[in-house]
């Protein structure tokens, strides 16, 4: 077995560096034969992994959501290129960053010989892969306040109080700003929503489940869509979400599909879309579940 190991330096406050060698010799030692690849720029993790993923058996990311999202990302394009039919590599996760929800909901342990350990094994579990104008994602994607939250979010804060921030900046942020409604096209209805979510896996920052049923295998997303317009609605349903309240506030509604066509009603203000926590672009956008994309070692 070979595989591309990716990392970035920063990721894990500066810890990634150190943890790729112990990874590296730690998957050598039982037999996988590695090769280091560390990221310069932000998104560099989408390029390399892209250009590994034909040439070997297992793409390791090494970090949190954020490298996992952008190795991902590279391992869909290299598939893409490749076409149907074509042999994709493993998908090997060391945690080693700031939030790392995907490798909680996996059980991969944090600990780096075990997470090796695992890799090595050759284990794996086939996860959907969701898809909006291209971009992938392995959690959720999210627009309105969801996406504006995450672009608000101080980082500082984020590494003190992990998923209580995110609960916090989207309760003001509901509070203190005016929410553009966009119109959500699923399942052949049509639904007008100030946010959204499309969650491939039940957790969202954290131990918060906004889609608390998404499973990452069921070939579906769970889409959690708030229809009301009032500010104090919105800042209530963020109230809702560590208890799981949430789904039950009026308002909210929980669907399935495999797509969706998400479009703003009016041009006046962007409205934003993350994937995994990382803001992503701006609506008009074309939603969809890619079942089973990606082949995932797990324990
Ligand atoms: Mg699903």
């Known amino acids: 077995m070979n595989a591309a190991v990716i990392f970035n330096p920063n990721s894990g406050r500066g810890r990634a560096g150190a943890i790729a060698h112990t990874v590296a010799l730690s998957l050598s030692k039982r037999g996988v034969e ?9 998104k560099e993790a989408i390029v390399l992994a892209e250009h590994s993923a034909p040439h070997v058996d297992v793409v390791v990311a090494i970090g949190g959501d954020g490298t996992i999202n952008e190795v991902t990302n590279g391992m869909a394009r290299a598939r893409d290129k490749a076409g149907p039919g074509v042999r994709q590599p493993m998908l090997g996760i060391v ?49 309105g306040i969801d996406a504006l939250t995450v672009r608000n979010v101080d980082p500082a804060a984020k590494r003190r109080y992990r998923e209580m921030a995110f609960v916090t900046t989207g309760m003001k942020l509901g509070f203190t700003h005016k929410h553009p409604a966009f119109v959500v096209v699923a399942n052949g209805e049509e639904y007008l ?17 906004v889609t608390p049923m998404a499973d990452p295998t069921d070939g579906v997303l769970d889409l959690v869509l708030y229809t009301g317009l009032d500010r104090a609605g919105l ?8 208890s799981g309240l949430h789904l039950r506030a009026k ?8 797509k969706a066509e998400i ?10 879309y993350q994937t995994d926590g990382e803001v992503a672009g701006r609506l008009p956008a074309h939603l969809e579940v890619e079942p089973h994309a990606i082949e995932v070692l797990i324990p």
């Open 235 to 242: 800042a209530g349903f963020w109230l809702g979400v560590p």
């Open 34 to 42: 590695c090769d280091l690849r560390a990221t310069r720029r932000p």
């Open 95 to 143: 945690p080693a960053g700031t939030v790392n929800v995907l490798s909680l909901e996996l059980g991969i342990p944090f600990q780096v010989e075990r997470a090796c350990a695992v890799i090595a094994a050759g284990k794996t579990m086939s996860l959907d892969q969701g898809n909006v104008n291209g971009r992938r994602f392995m959690l959720m994607m999210g627009a």
């Open 251 to 258: 308002k909210v509604l929980y669907l399935h599909a495999t």
């Open 193 to 209: 929503a100030t946010f959204m979510v499309a969650g491939n896996s039940r957790w969202y920052a954290g131990r918060f489940g």
């Open 263 to 272: 479009r703003p009603i009016s041009n006046d203000e962007p409205i934003w």
